[in-house]
């Protein structure tokens, strides 16, 4: 099992009293609280707070979603079983999810999740030629359905000659 030993306590990545309610009327025993940092196709990142390692979902998990997004994604707490020395941890409950920033995936039935559990999503825009505010108001939308808050960060102002200022 590859593991990376970190500094990094699991409340840092966000969990609290309310995660640790959750957990345990949703943990069998011996399992550990870890969050989902990554994902890559069908394993996993996890971080525990004392490492960061590799994991998958368990078999009755995947076969039971419904959607592609009712697995695990990056932000998802989640109940794992690291009972394994020598192989992949094994993510075995979600916890509910307090958001979920999830889109329509492009020529594809299941939406795609993008992160789960997240407070705020900076949206990044150029003021340059590329702006686009129909673009911007879907992006605000989206986001708010997931129950984040939308940020709206515009960037390279400096180079663009005619920036309309505030009431002109």
């Known amino acids: 099992m590859q593991m990376l030993e970190t500094d990094m306590s699991l409340e840092a990545l966000g969990w609290n009293a309310r995660w640790q309610e959750k957990f345990e009327a949703n943990a069998g025993e011996g ?60 993510i075995e409950v979600v916890l509910p999810r307090m958001s979920a920033l999830i ?37 605000c939308a989206l986001v708010q359905q997931s129950g984040a808050a939308p940020v709206i960060v515009v960037n390279k102002s400096d180079l663009e000659n005619n920036v309309v200022g505030p009431g002109g």
């Open 31 to 90: 399992l550990v609280r870890a969050r989902v940092v990554g994902e890559h196709r069908s394993h996993y990142r996890i971080a525990t707070g004392a490492k960061e390692l590799s994991a998958g979902a368990t078999g009755r998990m995947r076969n039971t979603a419904a959607q592609r997004s009712d697995l695990p994604g990056v932000g998802d707490f989640v109940a794992a079983d690291l009972s394994e020395p020598d192989s992949h941890a094994t």
């Open 103 to 139: 889109r329509k995936a492009s020529g594809k039935p299941d939406p795609q999740l993008l992160a789960a559990n997240i407070d705020v999503v900076f949206i990044v825009t150029s003021m340059g030629g590329d702006f686009n505010l129909p673009r911007m108001k879907r992006y």
